[in-house]
């Protein structure tokens, strides 16, 4: 045996004894990527399969990393979970979809009413409508900016009568009072809008893109997904890098106290966190009932867990880390379909995934409290 192989061993053997759960990470690491390889190469694992599980990862993983960078900066500027985060999510997509009906509605024998209430009952479709970014791109484009001023406001109200009041209770205080926020904007959702879940986009046009031994198709939808998520998400980093707004958000990150001393003005960058974040927030929950069609009270609350363990797994405070670990979140959700048998099974995949990472990096992804 050559001195490298012995090396390679002892480290092999030194990482099991140490730290089992990272030595179990990496043999099923290896294990999968082995049978990849294999089930590709024999043709068990169609290429375009796997290209269509990356390819919706991918997209799911964008949400999760948009909507989790908002729950991220509201952790590391006022140092609490948000439990309302989910229904801000469901809030914007709600208020960005009604615009959208609204607009696209207009001149048809529809009620204002019905339209404005995103069709609740069945009293008008978005088949009827013609609703999908190639037919109404003005809509879509309207509903969005409408989402994320909705969930900005939202965020700014509820900052102003609940949580600045709290500003200097403990995170346990804060967490309970978000869980009622959360509670409470959900059921006025149900209130107003009704408990059905609606399709909200008819059938959308998209591209064939021909791989090996099949076909990958992106829809218009889920490339809209795409850009709009990038282009926000580098929107965040030039405002977090190049300005002072930036500077200062990252200054209060890391030392509060220190911040205040230095002059820096607390409240106006609490303010400049609730809005960005809550634009965000907005905007992720549009953009994930667009890309999926379908739009219902509790899509934000069930996608909050994901979101939690997105930004866990990236290292909760860290802007990068959020969107790190919402791509690997989504990748894992989607790709481990390739060897579970159910759908059902791809939730529970992704959280092992998670905590077998946190095992062998507990500070995260991107460890370090830090906005970016």
Known sequence: MSQSSVSVFDRGTRLLREQPGAAVLWLIAVWLLLDLVLGLASGRIAVSRVA????????????LGLAGVGLSMTYSILNFANFAHGDYITAGAFS????????????????????????AGGTVFAGDLGINVAAQPLAIILGLVVAAVVTVLLSLGMDRVVFKPLRNEEGITLLIASIGIALT????????????????????????????DG????SYHEATLFI??????LGVHFVLQSTKLGKAMRAMADNKDLAQVTGIPTERVVRATWII??????????????????LGYNLGWLLLLLI?????????????????????????????????????????????????????????????????
């Open 228 to 233: 709009v998520s990038v282009a926000l998400m």
């Open 52 to 63: 269509t599980y990356t390819w919706d990862g991918i997209t799911l993983g964008l949400v």
């Open 96 to 119: 960005g979809w009604s615009t959208t009906y609204l607009l696209s509605g207009l001149g048809s024998n529809a009620s204002i009413g019905s339209l404005i209430l995103v069709g």
């Open 185 to 212: 904007v959900r059921y006025l959702i149900v209130f107003v809008f009704q408990q059905s879940t609606r399709g909200v986009t008819a059938n959308v046009p998209g591209w064939k893109v021909h791989i090996v």
């Open 277 to 294: 974040g809550g634009a965000l927030t907005g905007a992720s929950g549009y953009l994930i009932a667009l890309e999926r069609g379908t």
């Open 308 to 372: 939690f363990a997105a930004v866990i797994l990236g290292g909760i405070g860290s802007i990068y880390g959020a969107i790190g670990g919402g791509l690997v979140i989504g990748l894992a959700s989607k790709v481990s379909l390739i060897w579970l048998p159910e759908a059902s099974f791809a939730r529970p995949a992704a959280f092992l995934i998670m905590i077998l990472i946190l095992i062998y990096k507990p500070s995260g992804l991107f460890s370090g409290r830090s906005t970016a």
């Open 215 to 218: 076909v990958l198709n992106v």
